[in-house]
């Protein structure tokens, strides 16, 4: 077992160049799937609520209605634009802060905050 943190060397300096290089990683990895995943979601949709039955029965083997497929289609579809808001509007408020500031991002923006409703959706 190491007597050390994995973010400490022996000498007990942090190594920051390799934290923020794997932070910046994540962070950018983790935008793009914020991105990445509802559109893919939006694209892969069906159209047709039997269809939507259909690849349910297939992958899962548990079959549905087609009227719950009706609900449950219309439940992903808003899970997706409201994600894809939320990402848009995220972007939108860290553009807007490196505009005023002059590039300089606060330490606030730099996680996705939560949806509130008096946020002027």
């Not at 991105?35 to 029965?57: D, E, H, R, S, V």
Request: with cysteine; aromatic share 6%; net charge positive.
């Amino acid at each position: 077992m190491h007597t050390t943190r994995c973010c400490e060397n022996p000498a007990g300096k942090k190594s920051v160049a390799l934290i923020d290089e794997h932070s910046l990683f994540a962070r950018r990895c983790h935008g793009l799937a914020g991105w990445m995943l509802p559109a893919g979601g939006l694209i892969l949709l069906p159209k047709c609520p039997a269809c939507l039955a259909a690849y349910i029965a297939i992958a899962t083997g548990i079959g549905i209605s087609v009227s719950a497929a009706t609900y449950l289609r219309v439940l992903l579809l808003t899970i997706c634009v409201v994600t894809i808001t939320y990402f848009a509007q995220y972007v939108g408020a860290v553009c807007s802060l490196r505009s005023r500031q002059g590039g300089v991002i606060e330490k606030q923006f730099r996680q996705p905050r939560p949806l509130s409703l008096s946020s002027g959706l």
